[in-house]
C-alpha cells in the first residue's frame, strides 16, 4: 500500500492501520453525458436538433463561470483551472472569486475542480457601474436593469446543470438500493438482526458521501459534446426527459453580496427592488427557500456581477462524513497540499489530522504519493479511519470497479515523538491547534517548538517541505525564529477561517542534518517498523 516505488524507502511506523484499496474511478465521462442528455429551452422552446448530426448552435455556447474560493488561495484556483480546463481566469478584486470563461460541454469538468467551494454563471459584469446619488435612484436602476440583462444563455447553462442534478440524484438512489440488495444477498440467519442495525447507520452516513458530482479525481480527456447527445435524445429516453423538462413556473430568490462602504442602500434593500423586478420580468415566484433559481446579485464598491447560481451546497463537503470540533475544509485542504507541489512518490505526512481532511484529499487527488494520518488523539484517528472506511463504502455502492485505491494509513501517535526515521519524509501538511477550539494559546509555546523541532528530524535535509496553518501567528513566528538553521520561511498566504485571520506557513527544509540533543550523547531513534 506504500507510496514508494520498489521499496527503495522504508518508514518506520510503530502502529499503523490499513486500509483497503478504494476505488476512485471517475464517471466524469459518464456524467458528462448525463450533463448534456437534455432539451435546452428559451422562453419554453426547445432548441432544435438538426438532422444529420447538424450540431445545435447550444454546441458552442461559450460562458463566465464565476467560483468562490478559499480566500488567500485565488491564484491556487486559477492555475487549477489553467492546468485543468486549459481557460484564462482572471482573480476578481473581491476577494475570493475567480472567472473564467467555457464552453458548456466543459460544465461536468468545472464541477470537478478541487480548489473551487460555489459555482456560478455570469449574467453580465459591470466593472465600473455608476451609482446615482440617491438611494431611491440607485434602487429604480437596478429595477430597470433586470429587464435589460442577457438571460437567454445563462438559464440555458442552468437548466443542463439542474437536470444534470437530477439524473445525478436518482442514480444515486438506485446505487444505495442496489448496494443494499447486494450486500443483503447470500446472507444467514445470524446477520439479519447485525445488518438491520447497520441500515440505520449506513442510510446516514451514505446521504453524505453520494454527492451529485462523482468522485473528481479525474485524469482522463472529455470530449463529449452538446450535439451528439441532443441528436441520441429522442430515443427511449426521450418521454421522460420530455417529462423532465415540461415547462412550469420556477421559484426564485435573490442573493446580494455587497462589500464597500460608499454605497447608499443595503443588501437586504438591492435584492428586494432587484427580486421584484426579476418577478415582474419572468413571472416567476418568490421563495426564499425551497427555490428552483438563485438570483446572485454581487456588488464590490463600483464592480457590479450578476450571475445565476450552479451549485446548492459548496462542493468543500466531499470527502467528510465524521466530522470533528476543527474540521478542515476540503477546498483548503487542497490549497495547502498544492503549495509543497507533491512530486511522485513523495511521503506526506499529517502529523495533527484530526479528522483526516488533509491526507484524505491529498491521497484522492495525489494517487502517486502515500499519505500517513496520525494524531495523538484516539477519537480523531478512529474519525479519520471512519472518513477513509466511507469513501470505500461509496467505491462499493458504485459500479464496483476495482482500482489501485488509495495509499493512505492512519495512525495514533505523539506529535513530539513522531515513530518516523529521521529524514524519512518528504512533506509535512498540517493544520496546527489555533488555541481556540482545540488547546490553548499558553501551550502552544511549548507546543509549536516542540513541533518544528520533530517535523525538522523527520523532514529530509535540502528537499523537504512543510505546509502549516495557524493562527497563533505571534507564537508560531516565536518559535520559526528559533529553528532559523532547520527551517526556511518561503511563502505566507493569509486566509479567513470562520472569521479568524489565520496564515498558512510554506517552509523549506535546509540543508543542514538534524542532530538531536540525546545523539550527543550517543543516543538513538526509538525502535520502529519499517512500511
Known amino acids: 500500500m506504500g507510496g514508494t516505488e520498489g521499496g527503495q524507502r522504508r518508514l518506520c511506523v510503530e502502529t499503523v492501520r490499513p486500509f483497503r484499496s478504494i476505488s476512485i474511478m471517475s464517471d466524469t465521462q459518464e456524467a458528462t453525458s448525463e450533463h448534456l442528455d437534455v432539451n435546452l429551452h428559451e422562453n419554453k422552446n426547445p432548441v432544435p436538433v438538426m438532422e444529420g448530426g447538424v450540431r445545435s448552435e447550444s454546441e458552442h455556447l461559450q460562458v463566465t463561470i464565476g467560483a468562490t474560493v478559499p480566500t488567500g488561495f485565488e491564484q491556487t484556483a486559477a492555475d487549477e483551472v489553467r492546468e485543468k480546463l486549459k481557460s484564462s481566469c482572471r482573480i476578481s478584486k473581491d476577494r475570493g472569486k475567480i472567472y473564467f470563461d467555457i464552453a458548456v460541454e466543459s460544465l461536468a469538468k468545472v464541477h470537478c475542480l478541487r480548489s473551487v467551494d460555489n459555482l456560478f454563471v455570469v449574467v453580465q459584469e459591470f466593472k465600473d457601474y ?24 445563462p438559464l440555458k447553462v442552468w437548466q443542463i446543470n439542474t ?3 437530477k439524473k445525478k440524484a436518482k442514480r444515486r438512489k438506485a446505487n444505495q438500493s442496489a ?15 447485525k445488518d438491520g442495525k447497520k441500515k440505520h447507520a449506513s442510510s446516514t452516513s451514505e446521504s453524505h458521501i453520494l454527492d451529485y458530482y462523482e468522485n473528481p479525481a479525474i485524469k482522463e480527456e472529455i470530449s463529449t459534446l452538446v450535439g451528439d447527445v441532443l441528436a441520441s435524445s429522442k430515443d427511449e429516453t426521450g418521454q421522460s426527459l420530455r417529462e423532465e423538462t415540461e415547462p412550469q413556473v420556477q421559484k426564485f430568490r435573490v442573493t446580494c453580496n455587497r462589500a464597500g462602504e460608499k454605497h447608499c442602500f443595503t443588501s437586504n434593500e438591492a435584492a428586494r427592488d432587484f427580486g421584484g423586478a426579476i418577478q415582474e420580468y419572468f413571472k416567476w415566484k418568490a421563495d426564499m427557500t425551497n427555490f428552483d433559481v ?10 457590479v456581477i450578476v450571475a445565476i447560481a450552479l451549485t446548492e451546497e459548496s462542493l468543500h463537503r466531499r470527502n467528510i462524513t465524521h466530522f470533528g470540533p476543527t474540521t478542515l475544509r476540503s477546498t483548503l ?14 511521503v506526506i505526512v499529517d502529523p495533527m489530522c484530526g479528522t483526516g481532511a488533509i491526507p484524505i484529499e491529498g491521497a484522492t487527488e495525489w494517487s502517486h504519493c502515500y499519505h500517513i ?32 485505491g488509495l495509499p493512505i494509513d492512519a495512525v495514533q501517535w505523539d506529535i513530539c515523538n513522531l515513530p518516523l526515521r529521521t529524514a524519512s519524509v518528504d512533506i509535512i501538511v498540517t493544520d496546527m491547534p489555533f488555541g481556540k477550539r482545540m488547546g490553548s494559546k499558553k501551550r502552544n509555546w511549548n507546543l509549536y517548538p516542540a513541533c518544528l523541532r520533530e517535523m525538522s528530524r523527520v523532514c529530509r535535509p535540502g528537499t523537504g517541505r512543510a505546509v502549516l496553518l495557524t493562527q497563533d501567528k505571534k507564537c508560531f513566528t516565536k518559535a520559526l525564529s528559533g529553528m532559523g538553521h532547520v527551517w526556511r520561511k518561503v511563502h505566507t498566504v493569509w486566509v479567513n477561517i470562520g472569521g479568524l485571520h489565520a496564515a498558512v506557513y510554506l517552509l523549506k527544509r535546509t540543508p543542514q542534518a538534524f542532530v538531536h540533543p540525546s545523539d550527543q550523547d550517543g543516543g538513538r531513534d526509538p525502535p520502529c517498523v519499517s512500511l
Not at 179 to 193: F, I, M, S, T
Not at 333 to 341: F, H, I, N, Q, T
Request: with cysteine; charged share 35%; net charge negative.
Open 130 to 153: 455608476q451609482f446615482k446619488a440617491t438611494k431611491e435612484e440607485v434602487l429604480r436602476d437596478f429595477e430597470e436593469l433586470a429587464g435589460k440583462l442577457p438571460w437567454s444563455d
Open 333 to 346: 485542504a487542497y490549497g495547502m497540499l498544492r503549495l509543497c507541489e507533491p512530486k511522485p512518490t513523495d
Open 373 to 404: 494520518a496520525g494524531d495523538n488523539n484516539p477519537l480523531a484517528v478512529n474519525r479519520a479511519a471512519n472518513n477513509i472506511s466511507s469513501l470505500l463504502t461509496k467505491s462499493q455502492i458504485k459500479d464496483g470497479k476495482t482500482s489501485w
Open 294 to 303: 438563485e438570483v446572485l446579485l454581487n456588488i464590490h464598491d463600483n464592480e
Open 163 to 165: 437536470t444534470f442534478k
Open 179 to 193: 448496494g443494499k440488495e447486494k450486500a443483503d444477498c447470500g446472507q444467514g440467519d445470524k446477520a439479519d438482526e
